[in-house]
């Protein structure tokens, strides 16, 4: 599959900032994105995701906003917490294949 | 409810060996992927199963196999290991293999 990869390895900011985290994909037959938090020692867990019909979906503190133009993706966290301090992934899926393709991750570190 | 739980969740294994890892899907769930996740990296996936059907395989070796069972948990053997095997091995459910994968804590595997 194509890849999706991500502008920054490491994004730190302080306690009740708002984090912005981007993601580009190449593939544009992407037709659906997933954003994951993965806490150490633990799997991949799911925040938020949107379809290539959509520019723009929020979550609890979390927007994810998908400019298919420019083939960007970027998750923005409001407030954010100590406990949103992990590794954030963008996946994709696309052409019939329901099977994420994960980029490599940005770690946020939130300073309290 | 329990959520995906993956056994073991450590091993240590020397080159040439063999292994089987463990996923036991979330109830209801018909659908398992597996990925491997090196340090640093994005999990990248493996094999998915869906009805004990083999739907879907990465880019890895043969020497990497897998399998569902009729209540839909799922072994993964890796033959003849190599120091580079050495990873976090993570199970992802689903209920159709196509959105809202939950994945596992994953198995932490070292090759000495």
């Known amino acids: 599959g194509e890849s999706v990869g991500l502008h920054l390895p490491t994004l730190s900011v302080q306690e009740g900032d708002n984090s912005i985290i981007n993601c580009a994909y190449s593939?544009?037959?992407?037709?659906?994105f997933i954003w994951y938090k993965q806490e150490s020692g633990k799997g991949p867990q799911f925040i938020i995701d949107?379809?290539?019909?959509?520019d723009k979906r929020q979550g609890q503190r979390v927007t994810v906003l998908l400019n298919k133009t420019v083939k960007h993706l970027s998750l923005q966290i409001a407030a954010t917490q100590p406990g949103d301090s992990a590794v954030y992934f963008c996946?994709?899926?696309?052409?019939?294949?329901?099977?994420?393709?994960f980029g490599r991750g940005t770690s946020l570190i939130v300073h309290p | 409810d329990a959520g995906v739980t993956q056994s073991p969740t450590h091993l240590i294994k020397t080159r040439g060996q063999h292994v089987t890892l463990r996923c036991s899907p979330i109830?209801?769930?018909?659908?398992v992927s597996w990925y491997q996740q090196v340090l640093g990296q994005g999990p990248q996936f493996i094999f998915q199963?869906?009805?004990?059907?083999?739907?879907g395989r990465g880019n890895f070796p043969d020497r990497f196999s897998a399998r569902q069972f009729p209540n839909y948990s799922s072994e993964l053997n890796v033959n003849a290991l190599l120091l580079g095997d050495s990873a976090l091995y993570l199970c992802?459910?689903?209920?159709?293999?196509?959105?809202?994968?939950?994945f596992g804590s994953g198995t932490r595997l070292t090759v000495v």
């Open positions: 992802a459910s689903s209920v159709t293999g196509a959105y809202g994968y939950t």
């Open positions: 593939n544009s037959a992407s037709d659906y």
């Open positions: 949107i379809r290539s019909n959509m």
């Open positions: 996946a994709d899926t696309s052409g019939g294949s329901y099977i994420p393709t």
């Open positions: 109830s209801g769930h018909k659908s």
């Open positions: 199963y869906y009805e004990k059907e083999e739907r």
